[in-house]
């Protein structure tokens, strides 16, 4: 029987194809998966560059491109027939002597290239690699076919012209070599590749055990974003019918999410679309098939759990499997432990009644109410103090105003009255059922959630998405839930997309995680990432992680459009320029309205614009910049980035009472048009009336 993988070109070139032919595709894969009566067989390609590819016959007119060897095989792609064999003869084929990973290059467009590369050789100035020997480039990957065409390179602006036609786990390497001159640099490039199955985690040296460069099948296992293998047709269904995401990871990704074991937690961090929610959902997955009890994969929020566990029912197909993960949020998870002990749900505290409390509370005093109630949520609820004593002993960390003694015993008392009218009231605020749920947990009495032994932590697993916006009390809880074991707590999140005031550096927490980091945007276009980083703004942010976090070193892996910025001189003439562009979008150029979003900064014009866009008969999403977190579209809009609205005057602590509050303020703000900015996967569009948001870049 021949041994069947896909590569991820594949499933997406059979999709677009018309309906009998892809049926009659799909027909033709299965027959020869099972070696019926009918099934394709290899067909040699003339004048083929690499003897092992061949094609299929997979339906009428249309051939299957594969690389085989021995029994095995690897389908690349479906064309017609012309095009198919075409393609197959140019293809030049190899597997990485360093990292042992298949590699594909455009042999033909390469030979194509070659009279320009010694033309341009031929100048007065010296070659790229004249100073490196042969062996330095063979021990960073380089094919000894490759060689001949990197010798010619003469400038990093010609072997970035190269790119396209060398496979990227050599051209990566190159391109760092030629960028610093130092080959140590080369083999990082190098090992950014590796896979969770390129080496046991502990194997991680470029001298490990040589590669036998001639075993296809083990270069196709060690390629999980390259290649799948299927069994059987229910598997070869699934890889043809899931997204790409759940089938085929990059390799950090594949690295960060299958490791067998993290000896310790594990925070990961990285830009925007980098693949933090994509590895959070396959390290539940893997827990759940090779981990040692329940999981928990939980987020900030229910929208957002909502959307997690749709795309866990997509990534796990396998109900026994499914069940063993829970995906929450962090309040529901309080809820829950609260509601099991006291046997009834407890009665919640809304934003208006806090606020009026503290206004009650603070009359009459040094300090307005705001400053009041973020000295309780951010110093009393985030350290957990419970006498006036610990919070005259404590750091203020992110706290800028000085407080003596006895503003500090004023204060107490102020947040004391605003507790005990809680407590009256028999309410409480989210915070305080985490801490609450927290103190439950870690009595010895057990008997919580179905839990009959004594001090047992409900999950073994839990794996945390958006983790930078939690706070210090919802961290301390769910390190509660999860006992110090090995793959105790893996953790993902993004600093620079914080829109909440949470900035807690996890050690303070208790949770001493190694850090990882994810460098590359699958979601954003360079042109669309470079505008969004000026947007942020390059600075450095605390929280999550014990320094500061820088937003360099990250990147994209494709182009596209750049954001269009357009200013109106009213909020009406905006909102008829927004149409516009929804119309063009939607009828002009087809883009379906669930793949569209607009969003805006006050609740306000979100209305209008909802009504505006119900009205024109355009149904895409109209939501506020914080519903967007999280989120994926084509296409979105982002409306009204106007100063004196972006950012809200109402949500900035006047300088005079706060300083480094009103300045934590203008960075969550900013946060927030950063995060609904980069939701767009292939086009943004800003728009304000009046002057521009002082946010946007120039
Ligand atoms: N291995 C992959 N295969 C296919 N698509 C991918 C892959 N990795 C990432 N993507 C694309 O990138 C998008 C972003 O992934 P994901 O939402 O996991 O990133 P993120 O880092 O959590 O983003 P953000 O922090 O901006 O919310 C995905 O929706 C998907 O379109």
Request: glycine letters at 8%.
């Amino acid at each position: 029987m021949p041994r069947l993988a896909i590569s991820p070109e594949f499933p997406r070139e059979l999709r677009a194809l018309a309906e009998p032919v892809r049926r009659d595709v799909v027909v033709a894969i299965r027959r020869f998966l099972e070696q019926v009566p009918a099934a394709p067989y290899p067909e040699q390609v003339g004048d083929a560059r690499d003897v092992r590819v061949a094609t299929l016959r997979l339906a009428d007119r249309y051939r299957g491109v594969v690389l085989r060897d021995g029994d095995v095989y690897w389908l690349l792609t479906v064309l017609p027939d012309d095009d198919a064999c075409a393609y197959a003869g140019g293809l030049g084929f190899g597997v990485n002597s360093r990292l042992g990973v298949i590699e594909v290059w455009d042999a033909e467009a390469l030979e194509r290239a070659e009279p320009a590369l010694r033309r341009s050789a031929e100048g007065p100035g010296r070659r790229l690699f004249d100073d490196v020997p042969d062996a330095d480039l063979a021990s960073i990957g380089v094919d000894p076919r490759l060689l001949p065409y990197v010798r010619l390179v003469s400038t990093e602006a010609t072997l970035a012209a190269l790119e396209p036609l060398l496979p990227p786990t050599q051209y990566a390497p190159l391109a760092e070599l030629a960028r610093t001159g130092s080959l140590a640099a080369a083999w990082r490039a190098l090992d950014a590749w590796r896979t969770a199955v390129t080496w046991p985690a502990a194997a991680m040296s470029i001298d490990d055990d040589p590669i036998d460069t001639t075993d296809v099948q083990a270069a196709l296992r060690r390629s999980p974003d390259r290649a799948a293998f299927v069994a059987d047709p229910t598997e070869l269904d699934r890889v043809l019918a899931s997204p790409d995401w759940c089938v085929f990871l990059h390799p950090p990704q594949h690295r960060l999410s299958r490791t067998p074991h993290y000896e310790r937690p594990v925070l990961v961090t990285g830009g925007v679309g980098t693949g933090k929610t994509l590895v959070a959902l396959h390290r539940a997955a893997y827990l759940a098939a090779e981990g040692s009890g329940p999981v928990l994969l939980v987020t900030f929020s229910r929208g957002l759990s909502d959307l997690l566990s749709a795309k866990l029912d997509l990534l796990v197909t396998d109900c026994v499997l499914r069940k063993r993960v829970e995906v929450g949020n962090v309040d529901r998870l309080a809820h829950h432990i609260v509601t099991e002990a006291e046997g009834r749900k407890p009665n919640l505290a809304g934003d208006a009644e806090i606020g009026r409390l503290f206004a009650e509370a603070a009359r009459g005093g040094p300090h307005s109410p705001g400053f009041v109630q973020r000295e309780w949520e951010q110093v009393v609820l985030a350290q957990n103090l419970t006498t006036l004593a610990e919070y005259l002993d404590a750091d203020r960390p992110g706290r800028s105003v000085a407080l003596d003694g006895s503003e500090r015993t004023a204060i107490w008392q102020a947040v004391a009255q605003v507790t005990a009218q809680l407590q009256e009231s028999g309410r409480r605020t989210l915070l305080q059922l985490a801490s609450e749920a927290c103190a439950l947990l870690s009595r010895t009495t057990g008997d919580l959630l179905d839990d009959s032994g004594p001090r047992r932590e409900p999950y073994r697993h839990i794996v945390v998405d958006e983790a930078q916006d939690l706070h210090p009390a919802q961290w301390r809880l769910l390190r509660a839930a999860v006992p110090h074991l090995s793959d105790d707590l893996f953790i993902v999140g993004d600093p620079h997309q914080r829109i909440s005031d949470n900035r807690v550096p996890l050690s303070a927490v208790g949770i001493a995680a190694t850090p990882r980091r994810l460098d590359v945007s699958r979601r954003l276009s360079r042109e669309l990432l470079s505008w969004s980083v000026r947007l942020r703004g390059g600075g450095p942010v605390d929280g999550l992680v014990e320094t500061m976090h820088e937003l360099f070193g990250f990147g994209s892996d494709g182009h596209g459009a750049r954001p269009v910025v357009v200013g109106y001189d009213s909020a009406e003439a905006e909102l008829s320029g927004l149409i516009a562009k929804l119309r063009e979008w939607v009828v002009d150029d087809r883009v379906p309205v669930s793949e569209i979003a607009v969003a805006a900064r006050e609740a306000d014009f979100v209305r209008a614009a909802r009504a505006a866009t119900e009205k024109a008969n355009l149904g895409v999403r109209v939501c506020t910049l914080h519903a967007m977190k999280g989120l994926e579209f084509r296409r979105v809009a982002v409306i009204g980035v106007t100063d004196g609205i972006v950012p809200s005057p109402a949500a900035l602590t006047p300088a005079t009472e706060d300083p480094a509050a009103r300045a934590h303020d203008l960075q969550r703000e900013r946060g927030l048009l950063y995060v609904a900015c980069t939701r767009a996967a292939e086009l943004l569009y800003v728009s304000h009336s009046g002057r521009a948001s002082p946010f946007l870049p120039s």
